[in-house]
């Protein structure tokens, strides 16, 4: 009965030490687990950041938008006003040739 004894004592010491190896393993895992729950939140913040960021050139980029339709319909305007100022004092636009035409770029 000895050897059974002995046998049932090295079997509960390798169970012990498996036990003890899973424990360790597991113990491991958690700082992983910890450690990448602390990147996904540092990630997190960024992404809000970059978010943010996006609004906001967005918008710039909008207001941007209008603020140069507004500038080209007032120069549209002021063409229309100097084509008609032109034609009630009897100019031509053969009398001024460096005067681009409505939607033409000056070269």
């Known amino acids: 009965m000895t050897t059974s004894r002995s046998g049932d004592a090295f079997d509960l010491a390798r169970l012990a030490r498996a036990v003890e190896s899973l424990i360790d393993h597991r113990d491991g895992l958690e700082l992983q687990v910890a450690a990448l729950h602390d990147e996904l939140a540092v990630r997190d913040a960024r992404i809000a ?9 967005s918008a710039r980029r909008g207001a941007a938008v209008e603020r140069i339709d507004a500038l080209v319909a007032r120069l549209e305007q002021l063409d229309e006003m100097l084509d008609r100022t032109e ?9 001024s040739p460096s005067r681009p035409t409505a939607g033409a770029m000056p070269s």
């Open 49 to 57: 950041a970059l978010e943010a960021e996006l609004a906001t050139a």
């Open 87 to 95: 034609e009630g004092s009897g100019d031509s636009d053969a009398a």
